[in-house]
C-alpha cells in the first residue's frame, strides 16, 4: 500500500509537470522534451495548449478545439484531384491545430505508456464474470477467461476491469470501496493484474465522474488522489473517464507524483486540449459509406482509440473502420451483466483484422507521420486504402471493400509506390501470400464488407514476415461470408429452491401463503439495454424465467402459486443473533460483514435498540445459511410478489392503489446511508391481504438468483429508504421517479444485483426474508389429447400450461404446446378494451390476433357476448360447437378447448375489461 500523507494536495504548474516528464524519460531514453513558456502567466506542457488560470487556479482553455467530433469526414470526392485536396486541406488543419496547441507530444516518450500505441483489442469486462471468477471455489480464474477469448476471436491486448456500476448505488459504498470489496481486497486485484501482466494483457480500471453522492473519503481527498493511489496499489496501467469528454489534466500529473504513469482514456474520446495526456479514447463512430479518419491519430499517429459499439449485434462497420484508421476495436460482450455475445462471423472478424494491427502496429507502420489515409485506389468508392510509410523502402496499406452488401471485389486495387524499384517484394498481408505487380498495381480479392492489407518492402528476407504470412493463410482459407451472423440471447437458469421440510403448523412470525392463480406481471428497472414493452426486447436485460424462451425485460404469466408460509418481517438483527450464538458460524472473510454490529465481542452483537432492525451486510449465500438453519428458504421472486399483492395482480402496494407515504419509509439521499427502519414500524395498515409487511421501501430483498454462462445475479424486491443523490447512474430504486421515491416503490418492478461472493455482495441496504413449505395436494388428473373437456358438473382441475409445466402456463413461444393467451392493449378498440393473441417462435412475432366488434368482442351470435379464439392452424369454430353456447358456464367464465397441440381454440364470455382465463382439465363429460 502506499503513504499518500506525502501527495500534494494541490495541481502541478506546466512547468513542474513538464520537468516531472523530463525526468522519467531522461531515466530511460536518451532524449529530452521540449520546454516552452509563453507570455502572459501561460505556462504550456510540452508546447500542449494555452491557458489561463485564474485566481483560484481555475483553468479556462484558450483553444476552440474542445468540443469537436472524434471523426474527420473522407473525401466527398473520391476521384484522384478530389481526394487530393481533401489531403491537403487536412494536413493543413493539423499543422494549424498542433501550432496553435504549441504541441510536441513528448507524453509518448514515456515507457510506461508506449504500450498504448499497440492496444489494439480491449474488452470491457465485470470481474464477476463466471469466466473470471468461480464462485464455487472462490478463486480467479484469469488464464480461463484469457483462453476463451484467444479461442473465440484471438485474444485481446488490454481490458478494462469495471466491478462499480451498475452495483454501486445500492448502497453508501463509493467507486473506489467496490475495489475493496473484490474478492481479496485490493490485494487479490493486484494478484490479477500481476496475472494479466504476465500474460501480456494491460489493465485499465473505471473512473465513475458521477460518483459524488457516495461516501467520501475520510482525509478528504479529491478524485485524482484517491483514484491514482488505487492505480498504483493494484499496479493497473489507467483508467477509463467513464462518460468524460476529456480527463482533467490533475489526473496525469497526480500519477507523475505518484512515480506511476498512468494511461487517460476518456469514454468520450478526448480533446485537442488534452492530447497532451491522454494517449487513448474510445470512439463512437457513424460509419459513412466513405470512411472516416480518427481526428485524434490524425493529429499524432501515435494516439489510440477503441471504436465502442456495445450494443451492436454485427461489428463489421466498428472493424473496417479500425483497420482503415490503424486503431483498435472494443470487444465489449458483458455489458453490465448482459451477454451482448459476438457471432461467430464478428468473431472470426476480430481475429483477422486484430492479427493484422498487431504485425503492422508492431513495425511501427501505423504510427508512420507520413499516414496518407484515402490513399487513391483503382476501383474509387468502392475499394478504400490507408497508406502508411515507414521509411523510404517500405510502405504497408490497410483496406476495406465498403461494398456491404454488394459481391466481392476481385481485381487492381493498389496503385504502386512511385519510388519503388524492380526488386521490391509485395505481399498480400490478409490472405498471407505474395503478390505480383501487373500495369503499375496490385490486385487484391477482398469479400464484400471485406478486409484487406498490402506490404510492399525492398527487403528480400524476412523470417518473421514469413512466418505471419503462413498464419494468415491457414487463418484466411474459410471466407467470413461462410461463417454465421446470427446473434443468440444467453439463456438463463433460474437456481432451483430446495424444498424445506413440510411445516404442518406456522411457526412463530411467519404467515400461511394460501395457494392460488395469479397473474404474474413485473418489470426491470435497468438503466439501460432497450426493451420498452413485452414485445420489445433487443438484448435480453434483466431476467429469464423458466417459462419464457429468453431473458426480457417485461414478463406476464399466468401461474399457480402453491401454499407456502412467509415471514412477516424481514429477519431482524436479533434473528440473526440467535443464529450466530447458536451455531458459532462466522466467515472467514469478514470485510463489511455484520458493518454495522458491534464486534468488541465474538461473535459480534446488535448495538443497544437495534434488536429489530432487518440484517443487512450480508450475501446471498449468507442469506441462504440463516434460512437454512431455521427450516427455511428464501422465497422465490413470484413468491415474494404473490405474498405482497395477495395474490391481487392489480395492487400497486400492499395496501392497495395509493402510494401513502404513511405506510413505507421515506427514501434518504446523503454520502452517509441511514440504517433501516425497525420492522413493523408501519403497523397493520401496511400489510397485504395475506398479512405480509415491509414490502416496500424498508430493505432490498434477495429472492431468485439467475445465472447464464457469464453471469450470476439475484432479482431483488422492494427498495430501500437510500439512494444516493446527484446521478442517474447509480443503482435505481424501482419508483416511480427516478429521484427521491415520493412515488412509492411499485410491487410490480424488481431490479437485479449481481453477485460474486460475500465480500462483494453485503450492502447496507440488502436483507432477507425467508420462506418455508407445506404439504402438497395431491397431483391433479391429467388430460390427454384429442379428448373434449365438458364444463361444470364434472371432475375437473386447473390445468396450467402445457401438461408437464412446472408452475404456468405454457411457453408461448414453443409451437406444438397449448398455448397461454396474452391480454395486450388493441390500438382499434377503446383503452378499456383488452383483447388476446397468439405468438410464435423466438422473435415474438404475432400469428393471429381476434378482430371485435363493439365493446363488448362479440364473435358469436350466442345469447350471450362470446369471443372465440381461433389460431391461424384452426378452424374457426370446431363441429358441435357452431352455436358456441356447448360446454361452458357462462356463470363460472370457464373455457372449453379441444383439440390436439396444433389445433387449439378458446371459447370464453367476452367483457369490457380484461379476463384471466382458466383452462379446465378433468374427466370427459
Known amino acids: 500500500m502506499i503513504d499518500e500523507t506525502n501527495i500534494s494536495k494541490r495541481i502541478m504548474t506546466r512547468l513542474e509537470l513538464n520537468l516531472a516528464i523530463q525526468l522519467l524519460v531522461a531515466a530511460s531514453i536518451a532524449s529530452a522534451l521540449t520546454l516552452s513558456t509563453s507570455g502572459s502567466g501561460r505556462n504550456t506542457f510540452s508546447g500542449t495548449y494555452a491557458h489561463i488560470r485564474d485566481e483560484h487556479g481555475k483553468v479556462s482553455v484558450a483553444t476552440s478545439f474542445a468540443n469537436v467530433g472524434e471523426e474527420i469526414m473522407g473525401p466527398s470526392d473520391c476521384s484522384r484531384e478530389g481526394t487530393a485536396q481533401w489531403l491537403q486541406n487536412n494536413i493543413k488543419y493539423r499543422q494549424q491545430t498542433l501550432d496553435q496547441l504549441k504541441y510536441n507530444g513528448s507524453i509518448y516518450e514515456i515507457p510506461e505508456l508506449q504500450w498504448t500505441q499497440t492496444s489494439y483489442i480491449q474488452p470491457q469486462m465485470h470481474p464477476y464474470d463466471l469466466f473470471f471468477y468461480d464462485a464455487m471455489t472462490q478463486n480467479y480464474t484469469v488464464n480461463r477467461f484469457l483462453e476463451d477469448l484467444q479461442h473465440r476471436y484471438g485474444g485481446i491486448d488490454s481490458l478494462l476491469l469495471w466491478p462499480t456500476y451498475t452495483n454501486i448505488g445500492a448502497d453508501d459504498r463509493s467507486q473506489f470501496d467496490f475495489f475493496d470489496a473484490m474478492p481479496g481486497g485490493r490485494e487479490g486485484v493486484r494478484q490479477v493484474v500481476q496475472q494479466l501482466h504476465a500474460a501480456g494483457v494491460k489493465v485499465l480500471l473505471p473512473y465513475n465522474p458521477w460518483d459524488t453522492g457516495t461516501r467520501r473519503d475520510a482525509q478528504g481527498r479529491d478524485d485524482a488522489t484517491l483514484l491514482n493511489i488505487l492505480l498504483k496499489d493494484v499496479d493497473a496501467d489507467g483508467f477509463n473517464g467513464d462518460t468524460m469528454g476529456t480527463i482533467p489534466e490533475e489526473f496525469f500529473s497526480t500519477s507523475l507524483q505518484l512515480n506511476h504513469p498512468i494511461a487517460l482514456e476518456p469514454e468520450a474520446g478526448g480533446g485537442g486540449d488534452s492530447i497532451a495526456w491522454d494517449t487513448m479514447g474510445w470512439g463512437y463512430w457513424s460509419y459513412p459509406q466513405i470512411p472516416a479518419i480518427d481526428r485524434w491519430k490524425w493529429l499524432d499517429t501515435r494516439r489510440m482509440t477503441n471504436i465502442c459499439e456495445r450494443w451492436s449485434k454485427d461489428h463489421t462497420n466498428a472493424l473496417q473502420h479500425a483497420l482503415f484508421n490503424g486503431i483498435g476495436f472494443e470487444s465489449w460482450e458483458n455489458v453490465w451483466g448482459s451477454w451482448n455475445g459476438i457471432t461467430p462471423r464478428d468473431a472470426e472478424q476480430i481475429r483477422r483484422v486484430g492479427a493484422l494491427l498487431r504485425f503492422l502496429g508492431g513495425r511501427r507502420y501505423l504510427q508512420s507521420t507520413g499516414w496518407i489515409p484515402h490513399d487513391v485506389t483503382r476501383a474509387p468508392g468502392k475499394i478504400f486504402a490507408s497508406k502508411w510509410p515507414l521509411g523510404s523502402t517500405s510502405v504497408a496499406w490497410t483496406v476495406v471493400n465498403r461494398q456491404i452488401t454488394a459481391a466481392n471485389f476481385s481485381g487492381p486495387a493498389i496503385n504502386l509506390p512511385a519510388n519503388a524499384s524492380e526488386t521490391w517484394q509485395y505481399y498480400d498481408l490478409y490472405h498471407g501470400r505474395r503478390l505480383t505487380p501487373t500495369n503499375g498495381s496490385l490486385a487484391l480479392d477482398i469479400e464484400a464488407a471485406g478486409y484487406g492489407a498490402v506490404l510492399a518492402t525492398s527487403n528480400t528476407s524476412d523470417t518473421e514476415l514469413d512466418a505471419f504470412l503462413s498464419t494468415m493463410a491457414k487463418m484466411t482459407q474459410v471466407p467470413l461470408e461462410s461463417l454465421s451472423p446470427e446473434w443468440h440471447y444467453a439463456l438463463q437458469r433460474m437456481q432451483p429452491l430446495a424444498r424445506t421440510r413440510e411445516h404442518t403448523s406456522v411457526p412463530v412470525g411467519m404467515v400461511p401463503i394460501p395457494a392460488g392463480d395469479f397473474r404474474f406481471a413485473v418489470s426491470g428497472v435497468e438503466i439501460e439495454g432497450g426493451g420498452n414493452n413485452l414485445y420489445d426486447n433487443p438484448y435480453g436485460v434483466d431476467v429469464q424465467y423458466p417459462f419464457e424462451p429468453h431473458p426480457r425485460r417485461f414478463h406476464v404469466q399466468f401461474v399457480h402459486v402453491s401454499a407456502f408460509l412467509m415471514d412477516r418481517y424481514p429477519v431482524t438483527q436479533a434473528n440473526y443473533s440467535a443464529y450466530l450464538h447458536a451455531t458459532g458460524v462466522l466467515p472467514k472473510d469478514t470485510w463489511h460483514y455484520l458493518a454495522n454490529w458491534n464486534w468488541t465481542t465474538t461473535p459480534p452483537l446488535p448495538f443497544a435498540g437495534n434488536d429489530t432492525l432487518p440484517v443487512t451486510f450480508v450475501g446471498i449465500d449468507e442469506a441462504r445459511a440463516y434460512c437454512a438453519w431455521a427450516g427455511k428458504r428464501l422465497p422465490s421472486d413470484i413468491e415474494w410478489q404473490y405474498a405482497g399483492q395477495g395474490g391481487q395482480t392489480e395492487r400497486t402496494f400492499p395496501w392497495g392503489q395509493v402510494a401513502d407515504q404513511l405506510l413505507f419509509p421515506t427514501q434518504q439521499t446523503g454520502t452517509v446511508a441511514p440504517n433501516p427502519e425497525p420492522v413493523g414500524t408501519y403497523g397493520s395498515a401496511a400489510l397485504s391481504p395475506f398479512g405480509v409487511g415491509d414490502m416496500v421501501g424498508t430493505v432490498w430483498q434477495y429472492t431468485d438468483e439467475v445465472r447464464d454462462n457469464h453471469t ?135 400469428i393471429s390476433r381476434p378482430t371485435a366488434a363493439g365493446t363488448n368482442l362479440t364473435y358469436c351470435s350466442a345469447p350471450q357476448p362470446q369471443v372465440l379464439l381461433s389460431w391461424s392452424d384452426g378452424a374457426s369454430c370446431p363441429a358441435g360447437f357452431d352455436d358456441c353456447t356447448d360446454a361452458r358456464n357462462t356463470s363460472q367464465n370457464q373455457v372449453c378447448a379441444w383439440g390436439d397441440d396444433s389445433n387449439i381454440s378458446f371459447l370464453v364470455a367476452a367483457a369490457p375489461s380484461e379476463q384471466t382465463l382458466t383452462v379446465i382439465a378433468g374427466a370427459i363429460g
Request: proline content about 10%.
Open 712 to 846: 450470476r445475479g439475484v432479482i431483488l424486491r422492494g427498495g430501500s429508504n437510500y439512494r444516493p443523490s446527484d446521478s442517474q447512474w447509480y443503482f435505481p430504486n424501482p419508483c416511480k421517479s427516478n429521484s427521491a421515491c415520493t412515488g412509492g416503490f411499485p410491487l410490480t418492478n424488481h431490479e437485479k444485483y449481481f453477485l460474486m461472493n460475500a465480500r462483494y455482495e453485503r450492502a447496507k441496504t440488502i436483507g432477507f426474508r425467508c420462506a418455508a413449505d407445506v404439504p402438497r395436494p395431491p397431483p391433479p388428473p391429467v388430460m390427454h389429447r384429442h379428448q373434449r373437456v365438458r364444463g361444470a358438473g364434472n371432475a375437473a382441475d386447473l390445468l396450467k400450461g402445457s401438461f408437464q409445466a412446472p408452475h404456468a402456463f405454457t411457453d408461448v413461444s414453443v409451437l406444438g404446446r397449448m398455448d397461454w393467451i396474452v391480454p395486450v392493449p388493441n390500438s382499434t378498440q377503446p383503452a378499456q378494451t383488452w383483447h388476446y393473441a397468439r405468438k410464435q417462435g423466438a422473435g415474438d412475432s404475432v
